[in-house]
C-alpha cells in the first residue's frame, strides 16, 4: 500500500501498453490496479516506435495513439490507475517524443494524466 503521508497519489489514464503487465513491472515494478473508464473527445490511431527500450519492454512495434478529435461521439476507452509521483517519473521516461502528458476529465468525471499525440 502506498503511504498517503509520502507519496501523493496520481491518476494515471492509459489506453495502450501500459496496460500491459511486462511493460508496469519493468516500468513500475509492481502491477497496477486499473479500473475501466474512457477518454471522451479522442481517436485512437497508430504510431511505429523504434525506441530500443520501449520495444523491448512492450514486445510491440506499433503502440496506439490519441489525439483529439472533431467529433464529440469519439470516445477512447481504457483503464485509470492510481500511482506516484516516482511511478508517474518512471511512465515519462517510458514513453518516446511522439507523446506528451496532459491532463484530461474522463468520462466518469475524474481528472487524470494521460499521453496523447505530441
Known sequence: MMSPA??????????????????????FGRLLDGEDDAMPGYRRTMVEITDPDVLRKSGERFHPIVAPSDNPADEVAGKVFRITAAELAA????????????????????????????
Open 91 to 118: 511512465a515519462d521516461r517510458y514513453e518516446v517524443s511522439d507523446y506528451k502528458r496532459v491532463t484530461v476529465r474522463l468520462r466518469s468525471g475524474r481528472k487524470a494524466w494521460v499521453y496523447i499525440q505530441a
Open 6 to 27: 509520502s507519496d501523493r497519489c496520481e491518476l494515471l489514464f492509459s489506453y495502450g501498453t501500459l496496460q500491459l503487465e511486462r511493460v508496469q513491472l519493468e516500468s
